[in-house]
Every structure is written in C-alpha cells, then in structure tokens.
C-alpha cells in the first residue's frame, strides 16, 4: 500500500524542498531530501515538480519493500507513519527491525490508530 496524499503531506510538512542540492551530512541531497549517486552539491537544481515526483517515487520505493516484510494488517493512517519513519531512516533499516518483528507479532492493530 503506498502513502496516501495526507501521507504525503505529512512526509513533506517534516522535510525542507530544497531546489539545490545540499550536503545532508556526508550525502548530498535535493528536493524532500532524495539522496542519489546523481545528486552534487551546489549543482544539481531541480524543480518543485521534480522534487515532489520523487518524494513520491522514494515513498513508493518504502512502500514495496515494507510490503514484503509486514505482515500484519494496517489502516492507511498507519502505513502513511510507517512510510514516513522508512523515508527518513530507509526502508531496510525498518524492514530488518525489532519494530517490524513485533509489529508482525501484534493483532487488533485498529485499535491502536
């Protein structure tokens, strides 16, 4: 299931659109924070429409491999905070976690949103 537009939204209200790539530590990052190979520092500009297009596509990225690795039955409110913490710490580092191994273990989950 991908974020939906107030996941999105969410996503976005949390991340700086910066149009020029910037060092984000020791990676160089653009747009809501999209880290690639392609990206320089003080180079590479993008469009808002760029940017966006990407959160979207990183979002998506998150979403297929937390798909794989969640089992448990979530409403879209809570895969939208999921997506969120994956786009921030990336989606391997949740797919292999202590969160998603109790999360996997856990029922009645929509009582909890």
């Not at 969410?10 to 910066?18: D, P, V, Y």
């Not at 809501?32 to 190979?37: I, L, N, V």
């Not at 879209?76 to 969120?84: C, F, G, H, Y």
């Amino acid at each position: 299931m991908d974020a939906s537009n107030s996941g999105l939204a969410l996503i976005a209200g949390f991340e700086a659109c910066c149009l020029l790539a910037f060092m984000d530590g020791s990676n160089p990052a653009i747009g809501f924070s999209h880290h690639g190979k392609d990206i320089v520092a003080g180079k590479t500009i993008w469009t808002v429409e760029q940017s966006v297009q990407k959160m979207i596509d990183d979002c998506h990225v998150c979403a297929v491999v937390l798909e794989r690795a969640i089992t448990a039955t979530l409403t879209q409110k809570q895969w939208n905070a999921i997506i969120s913490l994956a786009y921030n710490v990336g989606p391997g580092t949740i797919r292999d976690s202590h969160f998603v191994r109790t999360l996997n273990s856990l029922t009645g989950l929509e009582t909890v949103a």
